[in-house]
Nanobody, 120 residues
Framework: QLQASGGGLVQAGGSLRLSCTAS????????MGWFRQAPGKEREFVAV????????SFANSVKGRFTISRDNARNTVHLQMNNLKSEDTAVYYC???????????????WGQGTQVTVSS
């Protein structure tokens, strides 16, 4: 199970920290990713982190504003989102990766999503 939390309403320029807590699998051995889906749009890749945390990758649209981290002792992955923009408004999903990838097919287990709304 993947339980995402931390979403909410924030003004443009503000920050939010999303968390995703995992259970039911060996979290410390799995790459973990974040995706998002805005209304009327397809789900898109946001960020991924390797099982050790040594490798990270970000979508161009969030580079320099978002960071991803993980705490394997707590089975949790975080997405720190700074300088939020209205175009960041979406439902954010965490997912377990089969590999460090940028597409949905690289992930095999998804959380339920948490809504992030950025007001301008």
């Amino acid at each position: 199970q993947l339980q995402a939390s931390g979403g909410g309403l924030v003004q443009a320029g503000g920050s939010l920290r999303l968390s995703c807590t995992a259970s039911g699998f060996t979290f410390s051995r799995a790459p973990m990713g974040w995706f998002r889906q805005a209304p009327g749009k397809e789900r898109e890749f946001v960020a991924v982190i390797s099982w050790s945390g040594s490798t990270k990758s970000f979508a161009n649209s969030v580079k320099g504003r978002f960071t991803i981290s993980r705490d394997n002792a707590r089975n949790t992955v975080h997405l720190q989102m700074n300088n939020l923009k209205s175009e960041d408004t979406a439902v954010y999903y965490c997912a377990r990766g089969r590999r460090i990838g940028l597409t949905e097919s690289d992930y095999d287990y998804w959380g339920q999503g948490t809504q992030v709304t950025v007001s301008s």
